[in-house]
Antibody, heavy 121, light 103 residues
Framework: EVQLVESGGGLVQPGGSLRLSCAAS????????MNWVRQAPGKGLEWVSF?????????YYADSVKGRFTVSRDNAKNSLYLQMDSLRDEDTAVYYC?????????????WGQGTLVTVSS | EIVLTQSPATLSLSPGERATLSCRAS??????LGWYQQKPGQAPRLLIY???NRATGIPARFSGSGSGTDFTLTISSLEPEDFAVYYC?????FGQGTKVEIK
Protein backbone atom coordinates (compact mmCIF):
# COMPACT_ATOMS: atom_id res chain seq x y z
CA GLU A 1 0.00 0.00 0.00
CA VAL A 2 1.31 3.42 -0.96
CA GLN A 3 1.58 5.56 2.17
CA LEU A 4 2.87 9.02 3.04
CA VAL A 5 3.19 10.08 6.68
CA GLU A 6 4.08 13.66 7.62
CA SER A 7 5.57 14.76 10.92
CA GLY A 8 7.31 17.72 12.49
CA GLY A 9 4.49 20.22 12.75
CA GLY A 10 3.86 22.30 15.84
CA LEU A 11 3.69 25.78 17.34
CA VAL A 12 6.47 28.19 16.41
CA GLN A 13 6.94 31.92 16.92
CA PRO A 14 7.07 34.33 13.98
CA GLY A 15 10.59 34.39 12.59
CA GLY A 16 11.27 30.88 13.80
CA SER A 17 12.09 27.68 11.94
CA LEU A 18 10.60 24.23 11.60
CA ARG A 19 11.50 21.12 9.62
CA LEU A 20 8.76 18.89 8.29
CA SER A 21 9.31 15.28 7.28
CA CYS A 22 7.34 12.93 5.05
CA ALA A 23 8.02 9.20 5.27
CA ALA A 24 7.11 7.26 2.14
CA SER A 25 6.42 3.55 1.81
CA UNK A 26 4.84 1.11 -0.62
CA UNK A 27 6.49 2.47 -3.77
CA UNK A 28 9.92 3.22 -5.25
CA UNK A 29 10.36 6.65 -3.68
CA UNK A 30 13.42 7.63 -5.72
CA UNK A 31 11.46 7.27 -8.98
CA UNK A 32 8.86 9.90 -8.16
CA UNK A 33 8.81 13.66 -7.94
CA MET A 34 7.24 14.95 -4.74
CA ASN A 35 5.37 18.06 -3.66
CA TRP A 36 4.30 19.96 -0.56
CA VAL A 37 0.81 21.50 -0.56
CA ARG A 38 -0.65 23.48 2.33
CA GLN A 39 -4.09 24.49 3.52
CA ALA A 40 -4.67 27.40 5.88
CA PRO A 41 -7.48 26.91 8.41
CA GLY A 42 -10.83 27.00 6.62
CA LYS A 43 -9.19 27.84 3.29
CA GLY A 44 -8.36 26.12 0.03
CA LEU A 45 -5.29 24.29 -1.23
CA GLU A 46 -2.03 26.09 -2.04
CA TRP A 47 0.91 24.38 -3.73
CA VAL A 48 4.16 25.13 -1.89
CA SER A 49 7.10 23.27 -3.42
CA PHE A 50 8.28 20.55 -5.79
CA UNK A 51 11.33 18.33 -5.95
CA UNK A 52 12.03 16.10 -8.90
CA UNK A 53 12.96 12.46 -8.76
CA UNK A 54 16.54 11.43 -8.08
CA UNK A 55 17.66 11.70 -11.70
CA UNK A 56 17.37 15.51 -11.86
CA UNK A 57 16.88 16.91 -8.32
CA UNK A 58 15.25 20.10 -9.53
CA UNK A 59 13.33 22.20 -7.02
CA TYR A 60 10.61 24.82 -7.42
CA TYR A 61 8.74 27.01 -4.95
CA ALA A 62 5.64 29.15 -4.73
CA ASP A 63 6.47 32.86 -4.69
CA SER A 64 4.99 33.09 -1.19
CA VAL A 65 7.73 30.86 0.27
CA LYS A 66 10.64 31.37 -2.11
CA GLY A 67 13.84 32.19 -0.25
CA ARG A 68 12.41 31.00 3.08
CA PHE A 69 11.56 27.33 2.51
CA THR A 70 13.86 24.58 1.24
CA VAL A 71 12.69 21.19 0.00
CA SER A 72 14.99 18.18 0.02
CA ARG A 73 14.85 14.41 -0.07
CA ASP A 74 16.82 11.42 1.17
CA ASN A 75 16.10 8.53 -1.15
CA ALA A 76 18.03 6.09 1.06
CA LYS A 77 15.58 6.89 3.87
CA ASN A 78 12.52 7.19 1.60
CA SER A 79 11.95 10.61 3.08
CA LEU A 80 10.97 14.09 1.94
CA TYR A 81 11.70 17.23 3.95
CA LEU A 82 10.62 20.86 4.09
CA GLN A 83 12.86 23.26 5.98
CA MET A 84 10.83 26.33 6.85
CA ASP A 85 12.70 29.44 8.01
CA SER A 86 11.61 33.02 8.75
CA LEU A 87 8.10 31.77 9.42
CA ARG A 88 5.19 34.22 9.26
CA ASP A 89 1.68 34.17 10.67
CA GLU A 90 0.36 33.48 7.18
CA ASP A 91 2.36 30.22 6.99
CA THR A 92 -0.06 28.71 9.52
CA ALA A 93 -1.59 25.71 7.75
CA VAL A 94 -1.83 21.97 7.47
CA TYR A 95 1.08 20.86 5.30
CA TYR A 96 0.57 17.83 3.07
CA CYS A 97 3.17 15.90 1.14
CA UNK A 98 1.89 14.49 -2.12
CA UNK A 99 3.40 12.18 -4.68
CA UNK A 100 3.42 13.51 -8.20
CA UNK A 101 1.61 11.22 -10.56
CA UNK A 102 2.26 11.99 -14.21
CA UNK A 103 -0.21 10.64 -16.80
CA UNK A 104 -1.04 13.12 -19.59
CA UNK A 105 -0.42 15.80 -16.98
CA UNK A 106 0.68 16.52 -13.41
CA UNK A 107 -1.52 15.19 -10.61
CA UNK A 108 -1.12 14.76 -6.87
CA UNK A 109 -1.74 11.19 -5.78
CA UNK A 110 -1.70 10.11 -3.05
CA TRP A 111 -1.50 12.63 -0.20
CA GLY A 112 -0.32 12.19 3.35
CA GLN A 113 -2.62 12.94 6.27
CA GLY A 114 -0.98 16.31 6.88
CA THR A 115 0.83 18.01 9.75
CA LEU A 116 -0.32 21.25 11.33
CA VAL A 117 2.05 24.19 11.55
CA THR A 118 0.94 27.10 13.74
CA VAL A 119 2.93 30.33 13.64
CA SER A 120 1.97 32.53 16.55
CA SER A 121 3.49 34.52 19.38
CA GLU B 1 -0.63 32.54 -14.53
CA ILE B 2 -3.72 30.37 -14.93
CA VAL B 3 -6.63 31.11 -12.56
CA LEU B 4 -9.27 28.45 -11.89
CA THR B 5 -12.72 29.64 -10.84
CA GLN B 6 -15.15 27.12 -9.39
CA SER B 7 -18.90 27.50 -9.15
CA PRO B 8 -21.05 27.42 -7.23
CA ALA B 9 -19.26 27.97 -3.92
CA THR B 10 -21.84 25.77 -2.19
CA LEU B 11 -24.23 23.20 -3.61
CA SER B 12 -27.09 22.03 -1.39
CA LEU B 13 -28.52 18.71 -2.53
CA SER B 14 -30.18 15.59 -1.17
CA PRO B 15 -28.82 12.03 -1.37
CA GLY B 16 -29.73 10.48 -4.69
CA GLU B 17 -29.69 13.79 -6.55
CA ARG B 18 -27.31 14.68 -9.36
CA ALA B 19 -24.49 17.14 -8.62
CA THR B 20 -22.92 19.31 -11.30
CA LEU B 21 -19.80 21.28 -10.38
CA SER B 22 -18.08 23.76 -12.67
CA CYS B 23 -14.46 24.85 -13.05
CA ARG B 24 -13.45 27.60 -15.48
CA ALA B 25 -9.85 28.35 -16.46
CA SER B 26 -8.67 31.87 -17.28
CA UNK B 27 -7.12 30.57 -20.50
CA UNK B 28 -7.20 27.34 -22.45
CA UNK B 29 -5.59 24.40 -20.67
CA UNK B 30 -6.59 21.71 -23.17
CA UNK B 31 -7.78 18.75 -21.04
CA UNK B 32 -5.13 19.26 -18.37
CA LEU B 33 -7.48 19.38 -15.38
CA GLY B 34 -7.92 17.25 -12.30
CA TRP B 35 -10.59 17.00 -9.59
CA TYR B 36 -10.06 16.21 -5.92
CA GLN B 37 -12.43 15.38 -3.07
CA GLN B 38 -11.71 16.46 0.49
CA LYS B 39 -13.77 15.35 3.46
CA PRO B 40 -13.53 17.16 6.83
CA GLY B 41 -10.30 16.34 8.66
CA GLN B 42 -8.98 14.30 5.75
CA ALA B 43 -6.44 14.83 2.99
CA PRO B 44 -7.61 15.48 -0.56
CA ARG B 45 -8.09 12.48 -2.84
CA LEU B 46 -7.62 12.44 -6.61
CA LEU B 47 -10.92 11.65 -8.36
CA ILE B 48 -10.46 12.61 -12.01
CA TYR B 49 -7.37 13.39 -14.09
CA UNK B 50 -6.97 14.77 -17.59
CA UNK B 51 -10.53 16.07 -17.42
CA UNK B 52 -12.35 12.76 -17.77
CA ASN B 53 -10.24 9.86 -16.51
CA ARG B 54 -11.29 8.30 -13.21
CA ALA B 55 -8.44 7.60 -10.80
CA THR B 56 -7.94 4.12 -9.41
CA GLY B 57 -10.79 2.97 -7.19
CA ILE B 58 -13.10 5.91 -7.92
CA PRO B 59 -16.76 4.87 -8.36
CA ALA B 60 -18.39 5.22 -11.75
CA ARG B 61 -20.91 7.75 -10.42
CA PHE B 62 -18.10 10.33 -10.66
CA SER B 63 -17.45 11.64 -14.15
CA GLY B 64 -15.59 14.57 -15.61
CA SER B 65 -15.93 16.41 -18.88
CA GLY B 66 -14.77 19.49 -20.70
CA SER B 67 -11.74 20.91 -22.45
CA GLY B 68 -10.24 24.31 -23.16
CA THR B 69 -11.57 26.60 -20.43
CA ASP B 70 -14.78 24.95 -19.18
CA PHE B 71 -14.90 21.77 -17.14
CA THR B 72 -17.55 19.86 -15.23
CA LEU B 73 -17.50 17.27 -12.47
CA THR B 74 -20.73 15.29 -12.29
CA ILE B 75 -21.83 13.00 -9.47
CA SER B 76 -24.71 11.06 -10.99
CA SER B 77 -26.46 10.11 -7.75
CA LEU B 78 -25.14 11.45 -4.46
CA GLU B 79 -24.23 8.94 -1.79
CA PRO B 80 -23.97 10.06 1.88
CA GLU B 81 -20.17 9.81 1.69
CA ASP B 82 -20.01 12.21 -1.28
CA PHE B 83 -20.83 15.30 0.77
CA ALA B 84 -17.47 17.04 0.82
CA VAL B 85 -15.45 19.84 -0.75
CA TYR B 86 -14.28 19.42 -4.33
CA TYR B 87 -11.29 21.17 -5.89
CA CYS B 88 -10.17 21.43 -9.50
CA UNK B 89 -6.45 21.59 -10.31
CA UNK B 90 -4.20 22.49 -13.21
CA UNK B 91 -0.51 21.86 -12.58
CA UNK B 92 0.31 23.87 -9.41
CA UNK B 93 -2.95 25.84 -9.39
CA PHE B 94 -6.10 24.90 -7.49
CA GLY B 95 -9.59 26.32 -7.68
CA GLN B 96 -11.13 27.72 -4.51
CA GLY B 97 -13.40 24.72 -4.02
CA THR B 98 -17.09 23.82 -4.13
CA LYS B 99 -18.74 22.49 -0.99
CA VAL B 100 -21.44 19.89 -1.61
CA GLU B 101 -23.66 19.90 1.46
CA ILE B 102 -26.75 17.99 2.51
CA LYS B 103 -29.96 19.88 1.87
Amino acid sequence: EVQLVESGGGLVQPGGSLRLSCAASGFTFSSYSMNWVRQAPGKGLEWVSFISDSSRSATYYADSVKGRFTVSRDNAKNSLYLQMDSLRDEDTAVYYCAREYYDLGKWFDPWGQGTLVTVSS
Amino acid sequence: EIVLTQSPATLSLSPGERATLSCRASQSISSNLGWYQQKPGQAPRLLIYYASNRATGIPARFSGSGSGTDFTLTISSLEPEDFAVYYCQHRETFGQGTKVEIK
